[in-house]
């Protein structure tokens, strides 16, 4: 299966950041996350410290199967400010199999800034909504298509990362991990309300 990679900078919002590198992982999906700092050690925006896997090269991003922005101030702007991973997500939106997952900030000022969401539908955290340049708003937890799969802020973060895992393993395996984490409401009748 091909690696995705989750990327940090200083100010990233922690639960979204590690919220999606658990999920993935308990669904078997490879996943490496990133600083784009000059240390594997990143600072949240809390005050977390967190140790990268590696530092950003790229040649670790031959073929990745996800790029996945976490949000927080100024992480989501430490992003967009980090060029080469501007490049590097333009290139995934031209592959054709290449996915981004972003949240909180991030689809609007790392993704909308740079017209990737250009005539589709996407979300964000309230008030970033204007730097969505070209898309739809939607005032949703999560919203999905062929491409992206983008979450409002950090209460979504378990739905956008099972909803990451629902686009590239299937709903059965998404709706498997939310039941071993005990994501409600445990039902087989209704897994459509959990992966957004």
């Not at 979300?123 to 062929?146: I, Q, S």
């Not at 491409?147 to 973060?157: E, I, M, Y």
Request: glycine residues 10%.
């Amino acid at each position: 299966m091909k690696e995705s990679f989750l990327f940090l900078a200083d100010g990233f919002e922690e639960v979204e950041a590690l919220t999606p590198v658990d999920v993935l992982r308990r669904a078997g999906m490879p996943v490496r996350t990133v600083s784009i700092t000059s240390s594997q050690l990143v600072t949240g925006a809390h005050g977390v410290t967190v140790k990268a896997d590696a530092i950003y090269d790229p040649a670790l991003f031959s073929d990745p199967a996800w790029l996945i922005l976490p949000g927080g101030m100024p992480g989501a702007t430490n992003l967009h400010d980090f060029s080469p991973l501007i490049g590097l997500l333009r290139r995934q939106l031209e592959s054709k199999d290449g996915r981004i997952a972003a949240i909180c900030a991030s689809p609007a000022v790392v993704l909308g800034a740079e017209g990737l969401l250009r005539g589709r539908e996407a979300t964000c955290y309230p008030g970033f909504e204007l730097m969505l340049e070209g898309a739809r708003y939607v005032d949703a937890p999560v919203v999905a298509d062929d491409k992206f799969v983008l979450g409002n802020g950090p209460a979504s973060a378990l739905k956008w990362a099972l909803s990451i895992v629902s686009k590239q393993l299937g709903e059965e395996k998404s709706f498997n991990i939310a039941s071993q984490m005990l994501y409600y409401p445990i039902s087989e009748e209704h897994p459509d309300n959990l992966f957004g």
